[in-house]
């Protein structure tokens, strides 16, 4: 079975090696930058229970419950930014070998 054809579209996309390196790069910065978003937010969380005057029950619910939240999302967080290590190791590679000719 080949590939679907769809007529009047050309699905070559012609890429330098340079151009490739530069947009691997860009994904792992924007997906950092996103990671960055993610963190500010749970420490708006934070702090948002932590300026609040009482300190009653409730509020003391309240904390424990953001805090075991926050504890998940760094968590996950950490996840990403080991897998981004690892592209990133993955580019840095790329960058250091010598270019292959790759004829398709």
Excluded: Y
């Excluded at 691997?24 to 300026?51: C, D, F, P, R, T």
């Excluded at 953001?66 to 580019?91: C, H, N, P, W, Y």
């Amino acid at each position: 079975m080949g590939m679907p054809n769809v007529p009047d579209v050309d699905p070559k996309i012609t890429l330098t090696r340079n151009e490739v390196i530069n947009l691997l790069l860009s994904s792992v910065a924007l997906e950092e930058l996103g990671l960055a978003h993610i963190i500010n937010a749970e420490g708006e969380k934070i702090q948002a229970i932590l300026h609040d005057d009482k300190c009653d029950d409730d509020v003391l619910e309240s904390l424990l419950l953001i805090d075991k939240s926050v504890q998940t999302t760094l968590r996950d967080v950490i996840r990403k930014e080991i897998l981004l290590g690892f592209k990133l190791e993955d580019i840095l590679e790329l960058i250091n070998e010598e270019p292959k000719e790759i004829h398709v």
